[in-house]
Nanobody
Framework: QVQLVQSGGGLVQAGGSLRLSCAAS?????IGWFRQAPGKEREFVSA????????LYADSVKGRFTMSRDNAKNTVYLQMNSLKLEDTAVYYC???????????????????WGQGTQVTVSS
C-alpha cells in the first residue's frame, strides 16, 4: 500500500501561481494529478507515465501547468501558472499500480490517492 501526502494549494487571484506537492511512501507506476470541481466528475490534469515517456497534460492546462518529479525525494509537483477561475477545484495526486500502467489518463486505473487539496482562484 502506497500513501500519497499532498501539500500546497490555497487561494490565489486569477493570473497567479501555485505549486502542489505530493510525497509518495513507495514506488508507483504512473503518477498523476486529477481535479474535481463542485458538481463535476474528477478529471485528468497531468501524468508522468511509468515508462519515462513524455509528461501528459489535459488540453485545458497545457502551457500553463508543469508536472515534475524529484526521484530522490519520491515527490511530484504540479506548478500551476496563469491560473483561471475555472481551475478552481480539489486537486488529487494519484499513483498507479502495474495493472493500470497503460492508461495514465484514466482515473479508474489509479490505485492510490492523496487526501486532496483545495485550489481556489478568485477574480
Amino acid at each position: 500500500q502506497v500513501q500519497l501526502v499532498q501539500s500546497g494549494g490555497g487561494l490565489v487571484q486569477a493570473g497567479g501561481s501555485l505549486r502542489l506537492s505530493c510525497a509518495a511512501s513507495g514506488r508507483t507506476w504512473n503518477i498523476g494529478w486529477f481535479r474535481q470541481a463542485p458538481g463535476k466528475e474528477r478529471e485528468f490534469v497531468s501524468a508522468i507515465p511509468w515508462n519515462g515517456g513524455s509528461t501528459l497534460y489535459a488540453d485545458s492546462v497545457k502551457g500553463r501547468f508543469t508536472m515534475s518529479r524529484d526521484n530522490a525525494k519520491n515527490t511530484v509537483y504540479l506548478q500551476m501558472n496563469s491560473l483561471k477561475l475555472e481551475d478552481t477545484a480539489v486537486y488529487y495526486c494519484a499513483g498507479g499500480d502495474v495493472r493500470g500502467r497503460l492508461y495514465p489518463k484514466n482515473r479508474d486505473e489509479y490505485a492510490y490517492w492523496g487526501q486532496g487539496t483545495q485550489v481556489t482562484v478568485s477574480s
